[in-house]
Nanobody
Framework: QVQLVESGGGLVQAGGSLRLSCAASGSIAGFPAMGWYRQAPGKQRELVARIISGGRIKYADFVKGRFTISSDNAKNTVYLQMNSLEPEDTAVYYC?????????????WGQGTQVTVSS
């Protein structure tokens, strides 16, 4: 069982920045992947950014170079630095971890952190 705790959300004006953190209850070094998703009211949850084992990083097209995902294995924490925020970025942001099991991988989610961008 892996617990993920997000922090760093809040209210910011358009053009501003926020840094989200996701602290895992155990070592993240061996996880196949960790990342951030978001869900806006009335919309489906969507990928924002993801770190895949080996260091590969995937960003959603809408990130447009504004966000940076990073990890600190020593702190078992994944970060999402968000710059040039737009009102369209308003959503609940969720941390996700993919953990290897004996036969399948398991997906774990944090409780979410609200990001609100005012115009």
């Amino acid at each position: 069982q892996v617990q993920l705790v997000e922090s760093g959300g809040g209210l910011v004006q358009a053009g501003g920045s926020l840094r989200l953190s996701c602290a895992a209850s155990g070592s993240i070094a061996g996880f196949p992947a960790m990342g951030w998703y978001r869900q806006a009211p009335g919309k489906q949850r969507e990928l924002v950014a993801r770190i895949i084992s080996g260091g590969r990083i995937k960003y959603a097209d809408f990130v447009k170079g504004r966000f940076t995902i990073s990890s600190d294995n020593a702190k078992n924490t994944v970060y999402l630095q968000m710059n040039s925020l737009e009102p369209e970025d308003t959503a609940v942001y969720y941390c996700n971890a993919l953990v290897s099991g004996p036969t399948v991988d398991y997906a774990y989610w944090g409780q979410g952190t609200q990001v609100t961008v005012s115009s």
